[in-house]
């Protein structure tokens, strides 16, 4: 009799052996990912202080109702400002802190959306009264944009704020019940003080459009709501999504405030009324620009969980066909699996690289707007409209589709992805839904498209980086008449194939009186997969302090995002015929085959170093909270543990058997005896 095998033990065997079957140096890439040693050191000492603390357990969170949630939110949020002061966190410490949370808390408002807008937007005189009140959350703040008629469309947005000479104030209403603020996040019961976009109504009745207004929300005494203001939650989201977090909406009755509340950094309204125009009509979106940034670096980090999660466990999990070794194959062998994962850890390494240049754009806009120079806001928020949409719908794609190839096991609140899914599925919407942002990036584009040919000599120095693409309408670069594998392996190819399809996409569209219904996602698609292929190209370029073996296999991480991004991309390049089939008599060949193949290819040599890889983002058991991501590989066991602590295995018998199971039985077996009697 073959001697019993124990699937338990073999999932710590097959974790251990794919651990070790890496060739990479984790560490160095983990310095790599975390921006240096000193980074990665600093996030591990929070973390572990963090782990270890009570008041952080997760092990009854999914348990807990949503007012329970909500509570839990601001109970972590207290400790962290607790923990600040015991270990002397700086402020930047304290935001790691906060960062390494995975529950959607009120106070991410406050730190991406309030405070930022008010820093850079703010008059001097709100400034030195509020500034520092904010910066040590003496006041917490949100961010109150979108209401219930409108939300993407900002300049259709209905509350006014109308000056008032005589008093010198400004009088906040909200007229229609569509004007409500609505989907505000720590509004509905958290907030103080908000940030409102509103109509800026001058005397006679002239519509500026929209302004940011600072307006007190609650009471500093008791958190009581001001005097004509209806403040309240929104209720529960979809999938119960975003649990901690007290969306709300608002209504404003004629609120007055002081004259200085208007945020004044930029447009400015004189105490006759008067209106001094801002350098830019746009300076007022600066918040949004600000959270678009930061959407790049936390959902390359939310990719980077659904990776290590799911690859972890398709390491370990045998099933199916039988192997070399007589046991069922692992499922990350198989094609159809490492298919769907491994891109995914392509784009986490990719926007989490990104997201690092993105932010410093962003300080660098920010230090220009403060001295009056608004030359690069256009090119700010063109890139961020189209890096919002592609890292929002990657994240929530990447997210499903990992959960999913985990198979039944997956669909547990366990498995540790659903939670995140649900917290990350409105990013396609807030901050611009995607299909209507779509439309900006096009704009951009176009506008780029027209500037270069309206010189009667188009000369590509004018373009910017997210419209240099354009170049190869220009000067049109040399393409194979068939690609080879050898072709394919060098990031260059791939980099010139996605930046002229987005040329000459934008070309297609411009000289065309009557576009499809789906142009603008295609062409917004394509122009911002160019820029981020361009820039994959100099994150290359940055590997070269690494070792030869690091830096060839993290070039492969970065070759098959490219390769995969291409793939996605077939079928413009075989519409725009930059790939061509050939023929040889009544035979035609796949010209795509070489960039599947390559895809195949890259994949087969990452699997060995997937395990390597996914270890380098550096997350303990405790951020994944994951049975089965779980670092030693026994998902089984993990998963058995934490059923255990389900409320329903307290009781042997069902609470609801004596009221419901029990009637239901009895019913029965008088049915079935009185119709045995028949």
């Avoid at 419209?467 to 393409?479: C, D, E, G, Q």
Wanted: glycine share 8%.
């Amino acid at each position: 009799m073959a001697p019993h095998h124990d699937v338990n033990e073999q999932t710590g065997v097959d974790m251990a052996n794919a651990r070790a079957s890496s060739s990479i140096a984790v560490e160095v890439i983990r310095d790599l990912l975390h921006h240096g040693r000193g980074e990665w050191l600093g996030k591990s000492k929070i973390v572990e202080i963090l782990e270890n603390d009570p008041v952080f357990d997760k092990s009854r969170r999914e348990f807990l109702s949503r007012t329970e949630k909500y509570e839990r939110g601001l109970v972590l949020t207290n400790r962290i400002f607790e923990l600040q002061q015991i270990h002397k966190w700086s402020d930047q410490e304290t935001k790691a802190a906060l960062s390494v949370l995975d529950d959607s808390l009120p106070i991410y408002l406050h730190n991406i959306a309030f405070q930022p807008v008010f820093m850079l937007q703010a008059g001097p005189v709100l400034l030195k009264k509020y500034g520092h009140l904010i910066a040590a959350r003496a006041i917490f703040g949100c961010y109150l944009q979108t209401e219930l008629g409108h939300g993407t469309n900002v300049s259709r947005l209905e509350t006014t704020a109308t000056f008032f000479p005589e008093t010198q104030e400004f009088e906040v209403h909200s007229p229609t019940l569509t004007s409500a603020k609505w989907w505000i996040g720590a509004l509905g019961k958290t907030a103080t003080h908000g940030v409102v976009q509103a109509k800026l109504i001058l005397p006679g009745g002239k519509d500026m459009g929209p302004h940011l207004f600072f307006v007190p929300l609650r009471s500093l005494d008791d958190h009581s709501v001001l005097p004509n203001i209806t403040i309240g939650d929104i209720g529960p989201k979809a999938l119960s999504g975003y649990a901690p977090t007290d969306n709300g909406f608002a209504r404003f009755n004629h609120v007055r405030i002081p004259k200085e509340n208007m945020l004044s950094g930029f447009a400015q309204v004189t105490n006759d009324g008067k209106y001094l125009q801002p350098p830019h009509a746009k300076l007022s979106y600066g918040g949004m620009l600000y959270i678009r940034a930061n959407m790049v670096t936390s959902g390359g980090w939310l990719m980077a969980k659904a990776a290590t999660v799911s690859i972890r466990y398709a390491t370990v999990r045998r099933q199916g066909e039988r192997g070399p070794d007589g046991l069922e194959k692992q499922i990350i062998t198989y094609p159809s699996v490492y298919y769907r994962l491994l891109p995914i850890l392509s784009r986490a390494y990719m926007f989490i690289q990104l997201g690092r240049t993105l932010t410093k754009a962003f300080d660098n806009l920010a230090d220009s707007l403060k001295k009056g120079d608004t030359s690069l806001l256009a090119e700010m928020h063109a890139t961020t409209s189209g890096l919002k949409i592609y890292v929002s719908s990657n994240g929530v794609q990447d997210l499903e589709t990992a959960r999913r190839s985990m198979g039944g096991h997956g669909y547990s609140a366990f498995a540790g992805l659903g939670r995140l899914y649900a917290d990350y599925l409105p990013s396609v919407t807030y901050e611009g839904d995607n299909f209507v942002l779509d439309q900006q990036v096009v704009r951009a584009a176009l506008k780029s498209y027209r500037t270069l040919f309206s010189l009667k000599t188009p000369s590509t120095s004018s373009l910017s980086p997210s419209s240099f693409y354009l170049r190869y309408l220009v000067t049109p670069p040399a393409i194979p008449a068939a690609l080879s594998s050898e072709d394919l392996r060098d990031p260059a190819t791939a980099i010139l194939l996605l930046e002229l399809r987005a040329a000459l996409i934008v070309h297609d569209h411009a000289n065309k009186e009557d576009v499809d219904a789906s142009a603008n996602q295609r062409v917004s698609k394509a122009v911002t997969e160019a820029f981020i292929a361009t820039q994959v190209g100099e994150m290359i370029k940055g590997l070269s302090a690494l070792s030869k073996k690091d830096r060839g296999v993290v070039t492969k991480v970065f070759l098959l995002f490219l390769l995969t991004t291409v793939e996605g991309g077939l079928t413009d390049l075989l519409s725009f015929g930059v790939i061509r089939p050939a023929s040889s008599g009544v035979t035609v060949q796949d010209p795509t085959h070489p960039v599947r193949l390559a895809v195949k290819q890259l994949c087969e040599e990452l699997l060995p170093e997937a395990i390597g890889l996914t270890d380098a983002f550096g997350f303990t058991d405790w951020e994944l909270d994951s049975a089965l991501g779980v670092h030693n590989g026994k998902v089984y066991e993990a998963l058995w543990d934490r059923a255990q602590s389900e409320p329903l295995n307290k009781t042997e018998v069902a609470n609801a058997y004596g009221k419901s199971i029990k009637p239901i039985l009895e019913r029965g077996r008088q049915i079935a005896t009185s119709r045995a009697k028949l």
